[in-house]
C-alpha cells in the first residue's frame, strides 16, 4: 500500500480550496427543503447537480435513487484491490427551512464567505460535511499516486433526512447488496469545539405518546359532585408525578434493562471535555440549576441516559376567570429519549401498560404512539473502525481527539441495522454553527480539516477493517 504523506495532502487541499469552496456555494445556492412540497423540485434539482459532480470528479459510478418521494444519490468508487473493504459515507442533501427571513443577515441561498466563515443553509447541515469527502478523496489520489481509493467508496446522499427519512430504510432494504460494506461512515454530526477535535459515538433514539384520561361523560360541577367523583386532571397529575423517582430515574418497569452502560473509560474521556456548567446553563434558556438522573454528569445525562419528558398538559378550564368544575378529561404529551440498546416499541409497550395500571378506578386511559420511534445508535470506542477514524483525525488535526455523544435522532440505526455494519462517525460541525436557525455556518478551515482527515481515512480503514 503506498501511504499518504501529510504534506502531500495538505498541500493538495490548500492548492484547490477556492474551487472546492465556489462549487459548494453553487451547490448551497439550491433551495432544497424537502419539507416544502412546493421545493420538490429544487431538491431534484440538487439531486442531478451532486451526480454531476461526482462523475465529474472521477466517480465511476454515480446514479440518482429515485423513492415514491425524494431522490437520493448513489456514488461508487471501487478499489483497485478487489478484496479491500468496503466503506458507506452517509450524509444528505436536502436542507431545512429558512423562516424567518428577518432573522438572516444574508439571503440563506446565497452563500457568502464571511473571514474564514462560509454562510448558508445547508453549509453545516448537511451539504458542506459530505461535501469535504469528495476534496479528501482527490486528496489522497494525488498524494499517493494511485488511480483508485484503498478502499472501496460508496456515497449515499439521502434526500429526505430533514423530513423525516420517510422512504430512507425501504432505500436500504431495495439496495441492500449494491450498499454491501464493512463500516458506515456519517458526517451529519458535530465536534465539540474547533480547537477540541472530536468524535461522536452515539445518538439517542425518540419515541413519543399522547395520554388521555377520561372520567364523566361531561364536565360536572364541583360543589355538587367533586370529592365525590374521580377528577381526571388530579389523576394525571399523579400519575405524570409517579413517573420518575426522587433520584431522576424513569419508573416504567424494565425501562433501563436494555440500556448499553458507560464504559469507565468513556466516563473518564467526557469528564475531560472543557464543559462549563454554568455557561451551559446560560445557553439552556437561562436554567437555574442542573438536573436529572443521580449519580451522572450533565454530559452523560444528555448522552447516554434514556429520559421520559412531559412534553404538555391540558384539560379542563384554561380560559380568563374562574370556572369551578370537575373535568371530563386530562391530556399530556410525553417524550422519551433512547440510548444503546433500547427499542422504541418496547418503550411503548411498557408505557401503555403503565398507564393503564396507574389510572385509578372510574378513569378510562388511553396512549397513543406516533409512529415506530427512532432507534438509538452506537458505537463502542474500542471498535476497529473508531480506533481507525480517531487515528485519521488525529494526524489531521494534530492534537487528541476526544468523545461525545449528540442527543437528537436521525436514521443512523436503520443504516447499521439493514447495512449490518458497524458506524463510525467522522465530522466538523460545531453546536455555534447555527443548524436548522436563520444564519447558518461552517468554519471553512474546518471543513479543509474533515478533507484532510477523509484522505487519512481510507488508509486507516483498508488496514483496519481487513
Known sequence: MTDVQPSDVAAHIQAGRDRFIADLKEWLAIP?????????????KSAGWLAGYLRDQGFPTVEVWETPGLPAVYAEWPAED???PAVVVYGHH????????????????????????LIGRGASDDKGQIFFHTLGISASLAASGRKAPPVTVKLLVEGEEESGSVHFADLLRTHRERLACDAVVISDTT????DVPSMCTGMRGLTEAEVTLRG??????????????????????????????????????????????????????????????????????????AHGE???????????????????????????????????DAHAKISFRLVAG?????????????????????????????????RPCFSPIDSAGVKAARRAMERAFGTEVLFTREGGSGPEADLADILGAPLVFVAVGLNGDRIHAPNEKVEIPLLLKGAEAAAYLWEELATALR
Not at 98 to 108: A, I
Not at 244 to 270: I, K, M, N, Q, W
Not at 323 to 328: M, N
Open 32 to 44: 432544497s427543503i424537502s419539507g416544502d412540497p412546493a421545493h420538490a423540485g429544487d431538491v431534484r
Open 191 to 194: 465536534m465539540w469545539a474547533a
Open 82 to 84: 478487489p478484496a479491500a
Open 94 to 117: 436536502d436542507v431545512q427551512p429558512v423562516e424567518p427571513l428577518d432573522e438572516w443577515d444574508t439571503d440563506p441561498f446565497a452563500p457568502v464567505e464571511n473571514g474564514d466563515r
Open 294 to 328: 443521580k449519580g451522572y454528569s450533565t454530559l452523560e445525562r444528555i448522552w447516554a441516559r434514556p429520559t421520559a419528558e412531559i412534553n404538555g398538559m391540558w384539560g379542563g378550564h384554561t380560559g380568563p376567570g374562574g370556572k369551578t368544575i370537575v373535568p371530563r
Open 342 to 374: 433500547q427499542d422504541p416499541r418496547k418503550v411503548q409497550e411498557a408505557f401503555t401498560a403503565w398507564v393503564a395500571e396507574q389510572a385509578p378506578p372510574g378513569v378510562e386511559a388511553e396512549v397513543r404512539v406516533s409512529g415506530a420511534g427512532v
Open 216 to 289: 364523566p361523560s361531561s364536565d360536572l360541577h364541583s360543589g355538587s359532585f367533586g370529592g365525590a367523583v374521580p377528577n381526571p386532571l388530579q389523576a394525571m397529575a399523579k400519575l405524570l408525578a409517579a413517573l420518575h423517582d426522587a433520584d431522576g430515574r424513569v419508573t416504567l418497569p424494565g425501562f433501563y434493562d436494555d440500556v448499553v452502560p458507560l464504559t469507565d473509560e468513556e466516563r473518564e474521556l467526557f469528564a475531560r471535555l472543557p464543559f462549563d456548567e454554568d455557561e451551559w446553563l446560560r445557553g439552556a434558556g437561562d436554567s437555574r440549576a
